[in-house]
């Protein structure tokens, strides 16, 4: 069992920046990779960044290109996320999540749900304009 615990969301103007952080717990599990997703209201969750567990190789959706990095501290078991330029369309809760199929990750799957076994219960981020 994993459990995953984000934290480090609110409310923001635009044009500024968060760090989200997801701390991960637990046993028996070998995770392979760690992803933010969000989900806006009334829109499919989406996935936003993603990385694999030795951070050799990462993914980002081109809505967050060049603004959101991901990052994680292994030693704390960490995976961390960092907003740059938020605009209102950012505005979401954000889910960290653990998988570990990673045929399907580096075949392009890194933003599927389908592909993560466990969950985070989310941390609001609210832009305004």
């Known amino acids: 069992q994993v459990q995953l615990v984000e934290s480090g969301g609110g409310s923001v103007q635009a044009g500024g920046s968060v760090r989200l952080s997801c701390a991960s717990s637990g046993y028996g599990y070998n995770r392979k990779y760690m992803t933010w997703f969000r989900q806006a209201l009334g829109k499919e969750r989406e996935g936003v960044n993603s990385?694999?567990?030795?951070?050799?190789?990462?993914y980002y959706a081109d809505s967050v290109r060049g603004r959101f990095t991901i990052s994680q501290d292994s030693d704390k078991n960490t995976v961390y996320l960092k907003m740059n330029s938020l605009k209102p369309e950012d505005t979401a809760m954000y889910y960290c999540?653990?998988?570990?199929?990673?045929?399907?990750?580096?075949?392009?799957?890194?933003?599927?749900?389908?592909?993560?076994?466990?969950w985070g219960r989310g941390t609001q981020v609210t832009v305004s304009s």
């Open positions: 999540a653990a998988g570990q199929r990673s045929w399907a990750w580096y075949g392009g799957g890194w933003s599927s749900p389908t592909n993560y076994d466990y």
């Open positions: 990385i694999s567990i030795d951070g050799e190789r990462t």
